[in-house]
């Protein structure tokens, strides 16, 4: 079995790391209730002794866990960016997040399933008590969720997504593979400002880059990635925006997208989504740290 090393990180490259794995193809996707919010593509090296980091230190990341569950999500509190988990009652003990590792096409790989979801205790989604959103009856279904520990919830309205026609629809559902959402694997829900209502803004991190335009919110106990959306900017601001800023602005400031991993009781995998390649088609200085 060849045996290569893969080098990885957040996308602030606040952390960077190499790992030894056997050549990554395929990745194990789980339905639970965490894993599915967060979009992890896990891959599992040996042990602690197969990580080393070369900027930044495991331990300094941000440590999510819940319940009685030996087992701990660690995320950057910078960018947002899920990078791995353990447990130290497990065999294996870690699990990478292959969407942090770089340059690599996470889309032409294949995915085993893993039913975590059927696994005990279930997962209880948190009940909303934020504001509805302002569309009114425009839209015939409203969908609720939330990020996984519960301080950022949200509520949608939209057509049924059960019927959702993607060529028929001006409301975009996507999956983007730019160097910041494949991370994540988001699956966007491009809406406007008056189809989305958030509860407990307060409790999310914003994380802007490259043209700072747009703003990344996910929370900041959890690391469930909530909103991407045009940040707040002065008239000035706004006068002073040419060139890609500016069009992203005109296209975007009326949108407010949501990320349906949140959605409770409604599977968003098994919806049609359009793949956009951002990685090559978005503008923008990132490279690899």
């Given at each position: 079995?060849?045996?290569k090393?893969?080098?990885g990180?957040?996308?602030c490259?606040?952390?960077v790391?190499?790992?030894?794995?056997?050549?990554?193809?395929?990745?194990?996707?789980c339905n639970?209730?965490i894993?599915?919010?967060?979009?992890?593509a896990?891959?599992f090296?040996?042990?602690?002794?197969?990580?080393r980091?070369?900027?930044?230190?495991?331990?300094?990341?941000t440590?999510?866990?819940?319940?009685?569950?030996?087992f701990?999500h660690?995320?950057?509190?910078?960018?947002?960016?899920?990078?791995m988990?353990?447990n130290?009652?497990a065999?294996?003990?870690l699990?990478?997040n292959?969407?942090?590792?770089?340059?690599?096409?996470?889309w032409?790989?294949?995915?085993?399933?893993f039913?975590g979801k059927?696994l005990p205790?279930?997962?209880?989604?948190?009940?909303?008590?934020?504001?509805?959103p302002?569309?009114?009856?425009?839209y015939?279904?409203?969908?609720y969720?939330?990020?996984?520990?519960?301080a950022?919830?949200?509520?949608v309205?939209?057509?049924s997504?059960d019927?959702?026609?993607?060529?028929?629809e001006?409301?975009?559902?996507?999956?983007?593979?730019?160097?910041?959402?494949?991370?994540?694997?988001?699956?966007?829900?491009?809406?406007?400002?008056?189809?989305?209502?958030?509860?407990?803004a307060e409790?999310?991190?914003y994380?802007?880059?490259?043209?700072?335009v747009?703003r990344?919110?996910?929370?900041?106990?959890?690391?469930?990635?909530?909103?991407?959306?045009?940040?707040?900017?002065?008239d000035n601001?706004?006068e002073?925006?040419t060139g890609?800023?500016?069009m992203?602005?005109?296209?975007l400031?009326?949108?407010?997208?949501?990320?349906l991993?949140?959605?409770?009781?409604?599977?968003?995998?098994?919806?049609e989504?359009?793949?956009?390649?951002?990685?090559?088609e978005?503008?923008?200085?990132?490279?690899?740290?």
């Amino acid at each position: 079995m060849t045996v290569k090393i893969y080098r990885g990180s957040c996308h602030c490259a606040k952390f960077v790391y190499e790992v030894n794995l056997p050549e990554i193809k395929s990745y194990d996707e789980c339905n639970c209730s965490i894993c599915f919010k967060k979009g992890y593509a896990w891959v599992f090296p040996k042990d602690d002794s197969h990580l080393r980091f070369v900027k930044g230190a495991k331990e300094d990341l941000t440590v999510y866990s819940f319940g009685k569950s030996d087992f701990s999500h660690l995320f950057c509190s910078h960018c947002g960016t899920p990078v791995m988990g353990t447990n130290p009652t497990a065999d294996p003990s870690l699990y990478l997040n292959a969407r942090t590792i770089q340059d690599l096409d996470i889309w032409s790989l294949k995915a085993h399933t893993f039913d975590g979801k059927s696994l005990p205790p279930s997962y209880k989604a948190p009940a909303y008590y934020g504001p509805e959103p302002e569309a009114g009856d425009k839209y015939d279904s409203t969908y609720y969720g939330s990020c996984h520990c519960g301080a950022v919830q949200t509520a949608v309205k939209t057509k049924s997504l059960d019927t959702y026609n993607l060529s028929k629809e001006t409301h975009k559902i996507l999956e983007c593979n730019c160097n910041y959402c494949v991370r994540g694997g988001q699956i966007w829900g491009y809406l406007d400002k008056d189809q989305a209502a958030i509860h407990g803004a307060e409790h999310m991190t914003y994380y802007m880059f490259n043209l700072q335009v747009l703003r990344k919110g996910f929370c900041k106990h959890c690391g469930v990635n909530v909103v991407n959306e045009v940040a707040p900017k002065t008239d000035n601001q706004i006068e002073a925006l040419t060139g890609t800023p500016k069009m992203m602005y005109d296209l975007l400031h009326t949108k407010r997208n949501i990320n349906l991993r949140m959605l409770d009781d409604f599977d968003c995998s098994k919806l049609e989504l359009c793949r956009a390649n951002g990685r090559e088609e978005i503008p923008g200085d990132w490279v690899n740290p």
